[in-house]
């Protein structure tokens, strides 16, 4: 069974940074596309970032050029750098992965799911 913990959210003011990071459990991580999503209160999940088995990555509009996810198959994690941040990216936070090679947009293509850390953005 493959199991996702993220760890790095937190309070920043506009204009700062924070790093989320995700360990995957289990020995699928390589083959593995990876994803975040954030949900905020009264809206539905969205994607935010991916990143394949081959390292492809693809942004949501909202966040190309501010963020910056990554994965490290030695530690089996996957990173979502966040640089100024705005406090519409206030949200909670969940790393996701499919059994399939390549990343997808989709929230109901992936197979597990953390369990989410709040990311909160004053201004």
């Known amino acids: 069974q493959v199991q996702l913990v993220e760890s790095g959210g937190g309070l920043v003011q506009a204009g700062g940074s924070l790093r989320l990071s995700c360990a995957v459990s289990?020995?699928?991580?390589?083959?593995?596309?990876l994803a975040w999503f954030r949900q905020s209160p009264g809206k539905e999940r969205e994607f935010v970032a991916g990143?394949?088995?081959?390292?492809?990555?693809g942004y949501a509009d909202s966040v190309k050029g501010r963020f910056t996810i990554s994965r490290d198959s030695a530690e089996n994690t996957v990173d979502l750098q966040m640089n100024s941040l705005k406090p519409e990216d206030t949200s909670i936070y969940y790393c996701?992965?499919?059994?399939?090679?390549?990343?997808?947009?989709?929230?109901?293509?992936?197979?597990?799911w953390g369990q989410g850390a709040q990311v909160t953005v004053s201004s």
């Open positions: 996701a992965a499919r059994r399939l090679a390549f990343y997808s947009t989709v929230e109901s293509q992936y197979d597990f």
């Open positions: 289990g020995d699928r991580f390589t083959s593995m596309g």
């Open positions: 990143i394949s088995r081959g390292l492809a990555t």
